[in-house]
T-cell receptor, first 116, second 112 residues
Framework: DAGVTQSPTHLIKTRGQQVTLRCSPK?????VSWYQQALGQGPQFIFQ???????QRGNFPDRFSGHQFPNYSSELNVNALLLGDSALYLC???????????????FGSGTRLTVV | GENVEQHPSTLSVQEGDSAVIKCTYS??????FPWYKQELGKRPQLIID?????GEKKDQRIAVTLNKTAKHFSLHITETQPEDSAVYFC???????????FGSGTKLNVKP
């Protein structure tokens, strides 16, 4: 068990709907990063949260938003879903103070989102 | 921003042969390069990493080489086994950013 928990594991939504995905980081980690992995592609960085604030953001529209709670868990929200949002959404946790994340960068198993 | 390119997209080898996967990056500020293995339906798992102050790193049957001048790095797997079959991703990052730019992946198939 890698220690990062994501829920739900699978989700089917209709175009135009909104979705919330959840992530609980590994114990001792304070930073949560979200990635989108389309089928057959590498993960793409969406954004990162630290101390309940968005610290970095990738090239994703404002329809993608997030939140981090005092217990370091995090949510990813996507509004006005498009068919192209269908993907595996991965959460990764780490400690910001770690210079080279490497073995301290732990991925969850992901949430498979299908938009129909 | 950083752009990581990875080749080949698929690689098929016989058990016992070697496999090489190559990546290039664009941002000279990148100084950390991890490699991940992702089996079908599972999370990416780090298998080896290298920092920019090192040219080569080896861990049993796996090795990674880095050429900072040319901005490319490679994964070498020797004596391949069927359980090495998976998708492999290279990535580039900078210290303390905790953010990775991934390549598009290489599907490795090791035939028994």
């Amino acid at each position: 068990d890698a220690g990062v928990t994501q829920s739900p594991t699978h989700l089917i939504k209709t175009r135009g709907q909104q979705v919330t995905l959840r992530c609980s980081p590994k114990s001792g980690h304070d930073t949560v990063s979200w990635y989108q992995q389309a089928l057959g592609q590498g993960p793409q960085f969406i954004f990162q949260y630290y101390e309940e604030e968005e610290r970095q953001r990738g090239n994703f529209p404002d329809r993608f938003s997030g939140h981090q709670f005092p217990n370091y868990s995090s949510e990813l929200n996507v509004n006005a879903l498009l068919l192209g949002d269908s993907a595996l959404y991965l959460c990764a946790s780490s400690r910001l103070s770690t210079a080279f994340s490497g073995y301290g960068y732990t991925f969850g198993s992901g949430t498979r989102l299908t938009v129909v | 921003g950083e752009n990581v390119e990875q080749h080949p997209s698929t690689l098929s080898v016989q058990e016992g042969d070697s496999a090489v996967i190559k990546c290039t990056y664009s941002d000279s500020a990148s100084n950390y390069f991890p490699w991940y293995k992702q089996e079908l339906g599972k999370r990416p798992q780090l298998i080896i990493d290298i920092r920019s102050n090192v040219g080569e790193k080896k861990d049993q049957r796996i090795a990674v080489t880095l050429n900072k001048t040319a901005k490319h790095f490679s994964l070498h797997i020797t004596e391949t086994q069927p359980e090495d079959s998976a998708v492999y991703f290279c990535a580039a990052s900078q210290a303390y950013l905790n953010k990775f730019y991934f390549g598009s992946g290489t599907k490795l198939n090791v035939k028994p």
